[in-house]
Structure formats: C-alpha cells, structure tokens
C-alpha cells in the first residue's frame, strides 16, 4: 500500500537533538514541546535506536506513545547496520525498540544511514528489505524504507532493484545541492524521476542555515523582514515537489514555534524569493566550513571523549568570525567536559561512522592548531 501523502504532515518532529540537562533529556520539556506539536495538527515523529546513546526511542515512549491515543500519530524508527553483527540482532534490536517505544507496530520503518560499503553490504548479507516486506505482512510496519547518505549511483540501483521500498529520506538543504559528497540535488533527482516520496533530514544543516552574519541575512530580511533565516532554508525544502516531510530536530519551544508557524498556511518560494536563496547560497559556499551537521555519530565510539561536532562549530565560527572570543571561551569550557581536538588518537572510528564522510582526523589537527590545544 501506498503512502497517502495527504496525511502526512509536511513537518516531523526529528528527535535526534531533543533538549537535555546535564546530558540527560529533559522529560518534560520535550513533552511540552510534543504537545505544542500535537496541537498544531501535526503528528509526525522520527527517532532512531541510537539517538541519544539510545535515549530518544524512550523519550518517544514517555512524552508521546503514553500520553496520546496510538492511533493519533505516527512514528518511526530505525535499524542500524553497525549494531548488527548477527541474523539474530535483527530480531532482537526490533523487538527491542518496540519495547523502548512502548509501541505494536511502527508506522514507517526505515534502515538506518545506507551509503556505499559497510551499512548497504551489512543490509545486503542479512536480507534486510526481504526481513522488511517481512514485517510489513506480519503488521509489525506499515510503510518500509531507508535513510541515504551514499551515491547517487548506488541510490539508483537500489530503488529500482527493490519496488517495496515506498519512500527514501535523505539530506537536502539548499547549501548541499552542488556539494560534491552529499550531492543532494541528484539524490533528489534520482528520486523525483520515479516519484518515490521523499523524507527530508537536515534541511537547516544542523542549525547552519539558522543564522548568518548580518550582511547575508540583509538579503533575507529585504524580502521577507517578519521571517526568520531558518523558515527559508524549510520554505526552500517544502516547495519541492515530491517532499512527502520534513525534519526538523528542534531542541527549543521557540524553534518549535517559528517551524509551526513556517508550515501553518505554508507559502512556497517565489521566483525573487528562490533568486535570493541562490545569491545567499554564492556567499556562504564563498566562505570554507566544515559540512558538520551536528548528528553525534562520531562521538559514541571515541575513545579519547573528544566532542567531535562543538570542535566543529568553534572551529565554523571562527572562519566567519576570527575575533570572536566567545568561541574560545566556548571551547574552554567544553574542554573541561569532554576532550580536547589534540587528544585524537587517529584511530578513525569517527571517520567510519561520518554521514557526511569528512575528513575528522586531519580536521581535528587544524582544530587544535588553531585553538592551541
């Protein structure tokens, strides 16, 4: 069965960067924030078995599945590759994760990050779209699908190879279009030319797309003065045809509110509109950043306690802002948390697990060249 697009809401609630306390997610901040949700008539909810060190499936169970009627909104959840290293883990992680939602049956279910190598050999090895269309008869997931960060050479022979894949979500923001890893723009393309539905992750890249400095974000507010940086980089995604929803992982009531207040009554780009995003696209590829967007892979697996993506961003900061010493002051606090760049050992567990495959390990010298430590 198909996706009926007209009951998805063209906003989901990303739950990859719920908002925390002292490292542990607020409960009842994300329940008032899946309230306001809620009750602006959308219901859309996306996590994953390793969001939050495996956190965010409970926080959806808490502030969600127990508190609304389960036929009142949809979630989903998904498989990862690198958790699996035998038939049986597939079993044992789905049922695990029904159990952490508190849920019968998944209303989409997506394998988790495929690219070229590790993750879609993983996936091939176990039969992992049979176990899928599996499930689906069993009831156990309504609609099966997958998460992309690879080729769009490999994007191709996948979804033509497997017809029961009935929606694709992958990175799309208008930075990434011409970006020459992402290359968001074929992916789409590959996508639009088979009308398969579309989920959008990072359409803010992180946060990236929120702000900018002053004489960029000019160029917004001469058009649209009321409207924030951010609802342009969702209004950019949302004017695509064939984009079934889009995610955003709010940490804030306040995001909360502007990304409510973007798709309420949603207005597309227009032409001047869609001119400006390209000039402001010119100027921001003009200055270099780290593609980071922020999604924390990197740093479960990091021996040395280096939070990999705050190093990132001092590091952006600093390129747009060289004097700014509010980002040394950062990064001398965060040093006192976590390790510093100049601990990297080399050893490339963050490289293997990187969607957006950037170079962490020479990234992280510079960073402490930079910082001096």
């Known amino acids: 069965m198909s996706i009926d ?10 739950m990859m960067r719920l908002p925390e306390n002292d490292g542990v997610i607020d409960h009842d901040h994300v329940c008032r924030m899946v309230d306001k ?17 495996g956190k965010s499936e409970v926080a959806a169970r808490e502030a969600l599945v127990k508190r609304y009627p389960r036929d009142s909104f949809m979630i989903a959840t998904k498989l990862p590759a690198w958790e699996i290293k035998a038939e049986s883990d597939i079993e044992r992680i789905f049922n695990e994760q029904l159990e952490r939602c508190g849920v019968d049956y998944f209303d989409l279910y997506l394998l988790h990050s495929i690219e070229d190598g590790n993750n879609y050999d ?13 499930k689906k008869a069993e009831g156990k997931i309504k609609h099966f699908g997958f998460s992309y960060h690879g080729s769009p050479e490999l994007l191709e022979e996948i979804v033509d190879a497997h017809p029961e894949i009935e929606f694709v979500q992958i990175q799309l923001n208008y930075l990434d ?23 959008v992750m990072e359409p803010i890249r992180g946060g990236m797309l929120a702000s900018f400095p002053e004489e960029i974000e000019a160029k917004f507010k001469a058009v649209q003065p009321d409207k924030t940086v951010a609802s342009w980089a969702l209004r950019f995604v949302g004017t695509l045809p064939g984009v079934m929803t889009i995610l955003s992982g709010m940490s804030t009531e306040e995001q909360m509110d502007d990304n409510i207040g973007t798709f309420t009554n949603f207005e597309p780009l227009s032409k001047e509109e869609m001119d400006v995003v390209d000039e402001v696209t010119a100027d921001v590829l003009s ?6 967007t922020a ?33 040394k002051n950062f990064y001398s606090g ?40």
């Not at 697009?5 to 990303?14: A, D, H, I, N, T």
């Not at 090895?125 to 899928?132: E, S, V």
């Not at 279009?177 to 989920?199: C, F, G, H, M, T």
């Open 177 to 199: 279009r011409s970006n020459p890893v992402v290359r968001s723009q074929e992916l789409y393309d590959v996508l639009a030319k088979r009308n398969i539905p579309i989920i």
């Open 287 to 292: 200055t270099p950043q780290i593609g980071c």
């Open 122 to 134: 993983t996936y091939v090895k176990y039969d992992c779209f049979k176990w899928g269309v599996q």
């Open 37 to 53: 949700y809620m009750q602006s008539g959308m219901n859309y909810f996306d996590t994953a078995y390793v969001y939050h060190g």
């Open 295 to 327: 999604c924390k892979y990197c740093c479960d697996g990091c021996p040395m306690g280096i939070s990999i993506p705050d190093v990132f961003r001092t590091i952006n900061t600093l390129r747009r802002y060289p004097d700014d010493w509010r980002s």
């Open 334 to 373: 965060l040093i006192g948390r976590s390790g510093k760049a100049s601990d990297c050992i080399g050893c490339g567990q963050c490289e293997s697990v990187c969607p957006q495959h950037l170079p962490i390990i020479d990234l992280l010298k510079e960073a402490a060249e930079i910082l001096g430590q």
């Open 5 to 14: 697009l007209s009951k998805m809401p063209k906003l989901g609630f990303g």
